[in-house]
C-alpha cells in the first residue's frame, strides 16, 4: 500500500488543496497590494507615473478579487467526493483479477446492506385453500323442493414438511343432493334425505424422489384405480362420477387407510411408464362389506407423447380383497383399464383443445364354499370435452353398466354439459342428465357453480 501525503488527499470544500491553494494566493495578493497601495510609501512618494500605474494594477486586482468571490457565493457549497475505502479498493482489485464483469460496481460502507438469511416463521404455516360448490336442479322425480343445494365445502392444507416429505389434508362438509341412483332400492332412503357430514376425506404424508424412481405414501388416500378416481368432486367434468364407479364401488371414490408405493420405471424410448402398489385396510362398503381385512391394489400406466399437440395414455387397474355379506366371505375382484387422448395445439392451448377419456370395469366376485359363482357385472364410459374459446367448453358423456347383483338388468346415461369459466378461480356448468334402469327415467337438468379460494394446486395423477 502506498502512503500518500494527507494534503493531497484531503478534500477542502469539497474540492482538491490546489484549487483552495489558488484562491487563497489571489487573496493574499490583493491584500498585499491593498495594504501597499495605503502604505507610507504612496504618501512618501506622492503622485507620478509609477503610482498612477500600481494604483491601476491595484484596482484591476480588486475588480478581479470581487469576481471570484461573487462567483464563490453564486456556486455555493461544492459536493463532497466520495472516500474509497482501501479495503474495497483491494476487494475491487480481486474482482478484476477474477475476472468480474464490469457491472459489478463497488458500493461504499454506506450503501452496504445486510439481510438476514434465517427462515421467517411465517412460511412454516401450510398452504390453505378452500373450494365450494353449489347446485341448482330441477327433475321430473318428486316435487319442487330441495332444488338449492350446498353439495360440498373442502378445506384443503398441504405443506413440505421438510425436503423429503409433504403431508395433505383434506377436510369436506358434503351435503347429499341432486344425486344420481344408477339401480335405486325399492322403499328406500332418498340420498337427498341423508344428513349432511364432516369427515376427513384425505389426509396423508408421502415421501417423494426416492432412491430408484420410488415414492412412498401413507394415511388415508384417493387409491390410484384409473386416474379419474383420484380426482376430487370438484376438479370433475361431470357433476357426478360415471356409472360403472357409482354401481360398483359406490357414489364416492375409492378411498381408504394404508400405504401407498409409486414407481416411475427406468423405461426410455418407449413412453414414460409408471407403476402403483397399495395395501389398504378394507372400509369401502360397496366393495368389501363388512370386511376389515387388507385389500389390495395394483395399477400400471403409460403415457405417450405422439405429437407436439397431441398425447396418448393408456392404464390398467386391479382391485383384491374379500367381502363379508351376511357372515359368508368371498373373494371379490374389480379390474379397470382406461384410456385418453388429448389434444392441445402449442400457441393456442388457451383458446382450443380436445380431451377423450374412455374406460371400462369388471366386478368379477368368487364366492366360496357351497354357493355358486355369481355372474361378472361389466361396465363402459366415454366422455369428451372440446375447448370454443378461453372461457367455453362443450361436453357429453355416455355410460352403460350392469347391475352387480342382477347382471340381467342394465341402466344408461347421456349427459350433455356447456361450461364457462369466468376465471381460474370461478366456474359455471349447466348438464343435462338422462338416465336410464329398468325402474325409471330420470332427467334432471342441474346448474353446478364451482368456486375455489386460496392456493389449491391440482395434481397431474
Known amino acids: ?6 494534503q493531497h488527499t484531503r478534500p477542502i470544500f469539497g474540492r482538491g488543496f490546489a484549487p483552495a491553494m489558488r484562491v487563497s494566493a489571489v487573496c493574499v495578493l490583493a491584500m498585499a497590494l491593498v495594504a501597499f497601495g495605503g502604505s507610507p510609501l504612496t504618501a512618501q512618494t506622492g503622485s507620478g507615473p509609477r503610482v498612477d500605474s500600481l494604483r491601476a494594477e491595484v484596482a484591476a486586482l480588486r475588480a ?3 469576481s471570484l468571490f461573487q462567483l464563490w457565493r453564486d456556486r455555493g457549497p461544492l459536493p463532497e467526493q466520495p472516500q474509497v475505502d482501501p479495503l474495497e479498493r483491494l476487494r475491487a482489485a480481486a474482482r478484476a483479477a477474477a475476472g468480474a464483469t464490469a457491472t459489478d460496481s463497488v458500493s461504499s460502507p454506506q450503501e452496504a446492506q445486510f439481510v ?3 427462515r421467517s416463521l411465517q412460511l412454516l404455516n401450510p398452504e390453505i385453500s378452500l373450494t365450494g360448490e353449489l347446485l341448482a336442479n330441477l327433475s321430473n322425480q318428486g316435487e319442487l323442493t330441495d332444488n338449492f343445494i350446498p353439495r360440498e365445502f373442502e378445506l384443503s392444507m398441504q405443506s413440505a414438511l421438510d425436503p423429503y416429505a409433504l403431508a395433505k389434508i383434506f377436510i ?3 351435503q347429499n343432493g341432486g344425486d344420481l341412483e344408477v339401480f335405486p332400492v325399492a322403499g328406500g332412503e332418498e340420498k337427498g334425505d341423508e344428513e349432511p357430514f364432516v369427515e376427513v376425506e384425505e389426509g396423508y404424508i408421502e415421501w417423494r424422489h426416492l432412491p430408484g424412481g420410488f415414492s412412498l ?7 390410484q384405480f384409473s386416474k379419474i378416481n383420484r380426482w376430487h368432486l370438484h376438479a370433475l367434468p361431470f357433476q357426478s362420477r360415471s356409472l360403472p364407479q357409482m ?3 359406490g357414489g364416492g371414490t375409492l378411498g381408504q387407510t394404508g400405504a401407498s408405493l409409486h414407481w416411475l420405471l427406468p423405461v426410455q424410448g418407449f413412453g414414460t411408464w409408471e407403476a402403483t402398489f397399495e ?3 378394507s372400509s369401502n362398503e360397496a366393495l368389501f362389506g363388512e370386511s376389515k381385512r387388507p385389500s389390495y391394489l395394483g395399477h400400471v400406466n403409460a403415457f405417450w407423447q405422439l405429437s407436439t399437440a397431441t398425447d396418448f395414455e393408456l392404464g390398467f387397474s386391479g382391485v383384491f380383497g374379500d367381502r363379508v355379506e351376511n357372515d359368508v366371505r368371498y373373494a371379490q375382484r374389480l379390474f379397470g383399464i382406461e384410456t385418453a387422448f388429448n389434444w ?19 366386478l368379477d366376485p368368487e364366492r366360496r364354499g357351497d354357493d355358486l359363482n355369481p355372474d361378472a357385472a361389466k361396465g363402459a364410459w366415454a366422455m369428451g370435452e372440446l375447448k370454443m374459446s378461453r372461457q367455453w367448453l362443450l361436453g357429453a358423456r355416455l355410460d352403460w353398466v350392469e347391475d352387480p347383483s342382477d347382471t340381467s338388468r342394465s341402466a344408461w346415461l347421456f349427459s350433455p354439459t356447456l361450461t364457462f369459466w369466468e376465471s381460474e378461480f370461478v366456474r359455471f356448468r349447466a348438464e343435462y342428465d338422462f338416465l336410464h334402469n329398468p325402474e325409471e327415467t330420470r332427467k334432471q337438468f342441474t346448474i353446478r357453480v364451482t368456486f375455489a379460494m386460496g392456493p389449491h394446486r391440482h395434481e397431474a395423477y
Open 116 to 118: 438476514g438469511r434465517q
Open 217 to 223: 405414501k401413507f394415511g388415508k388416500f384417493f387409491q
Open 172 to 174: 369436506i362438509f358434503h
Open 64 to 66: 478581479q478579487l470581487d
Open 279 to 281: 395395501v389398504t385396510r
Open 1 to 6: 500500500m502506498h502512503h500518500h501525503d494527507a
Open 247 to 249: 354401481a360398483f364401488i
Open 344 to 362: 392441445i395445439p402449442p400457441g393456442r392451448s388457451r383458446y382450443r383443445g380436445l380431451t377423450l377419456r374412455a374406460g371400462a370395469m369388471v
